[in-house]
């Protein structure tokens, strides 16, 4: 039981707490007002269901078009469904599938290793260029602890070596979604992981990023945790978490999906908030933080809309 002393301390704690974050909200609903939206396409939108929940991926075929497209294989074959996550590693990654990661079986495809693109330039031939459409970059920060510029690109954090042309890359982000390998860099075969910790970013460029969680998180932070002391290998099967089912969103029934929309990284809303970050104005900070910003601090902003009963559906005559 607390004593008196001790709970006016937090009592006051508490009500600074909520202090700052109500000084938060209308900085953020600022921003939020002008942010546009965009709807999941369901051809690279995964529903991941676990007995903690569901979370729904995005993949990024631009980044990982030979990964994205043997997951897609693996997932028509329900390949995922009674498997499990096998290695989870607290305040790291949750690690899932048949195990191939730590015991390669006989018969496995590897998978040519996806770090990283060349920055995609205007083709000098004018027919070509015609058509040409520049890859959309939401600048973030220069000179990143990890690399020189850092960004959004269609709703993914990013990462590029040069200003112009050179190399971009996905980086690991909460929620990041990643094929697992061995030391070989082109071992990636039928294991994922999902960042559940910080922000790893020293594995930018040494695994190939092929999608993220947009929505269940939550559920994904739910999955059990492996001993530390074991590399968060869980033995035991009843200690596990199981996956269900894990389907292309374009392969499942409507009533079975969620209508999620998110915001466009490319809008001038999503701009002005990551400025609002970068430039912490609130009357809460006596010391002012500087001027400067992670891009895994800048969660991309989602919204699940409510969809109409089938009762409220006007009946046809």
Not at 35 to 64: C, H, K, R, S
Not at 89 to 108: C, K, N, R
Not at 129 to 146: E, G, H, I, R
Not at 274 to 290: T, Y
Request: glycine share 6%; proline share 7%.
């Amino acid at each position: 039981m607390l004593k008196t002393s001790a709970f006016h301390g937090l009592r006051q704690h508490l009500i600074i707490l909520a202090a700052a974050i109500l000084l938060a909200i209308p900085v953020l609903a600022s921003a939020r007002e002008e942010l546009a939206w965009n709807v999941l396409e369901p051809e690279n939108t995964v529903y991941l269901q676990m007995q903690e929940g569901t979370a729904v991926i995005l993949l990024n075929p631009d980044f990982a078009p030979k990964t994205v497209a043997h997951f897609k294989a693996l997932l028509a074959d329900q390949f995922y469904r009674g498997m499990s996550f096998y290695r989870v590693i607290d305040g790291f990654v949750a690690q899932g599938g048949d195990g191939s990661d730590i015991e390669p079986g006989e018969a496995t495809t590897s998978l040519k290793a996806e770090f990283e693109i060349d920055w995609p330039l205007k083709p000098k031939d004018k027919e070509a260029a015609k058509n040409w459409q520049p890859m959309s970059w939401t600048p973030v920060q220069t000179d990143d602890l990890f690399a020189p510029f850092t960004g959004f690109i269609d709703g993914f954090p990013a990462a590029r070596d040069k200003k112009k042309g050179g190399k971009a890359w996905l980086t690991h982000c909460p929620g990041t979604v990643a094929m697992a390998r061995n030391e070989d860099p082109d071992s990636g075969n039928t294991d994922f992981y999902i960042v559940i910790g910080q922000a790893p970013r020293y594995l930018d460029r040494n695994l190939a990023i092929f999608g993220r969680v947009v929505w269940g998180m939550d559920a994904v932070q739910r999955i059990k945790r492996g001993p530390a002391l074991e590399n968060g290998i869980i033995e035991a099967d009843l200690e596990r978490t199981w996956i269900k089912r894990m389907r292309l969103a374009s392969s499942m029934d409507q009533q079975e999906l969620l209508d999620i929309w998110m915001a466009d990284t490319n809008s001038q809303g999503f701009m002005d908030m990551l400025n609002e970050r970068r430039n912490r104005k609130a009357a809460f900070f006596h010391h002012k933080p500087p001027k400067v910003l992670d891009v895994c601090q800048v969660p991309v902003p989602v919204r699940l809309e409510k969809r109409p009963s089938p009762r409220s559906q006007p009946q046809r005559k």
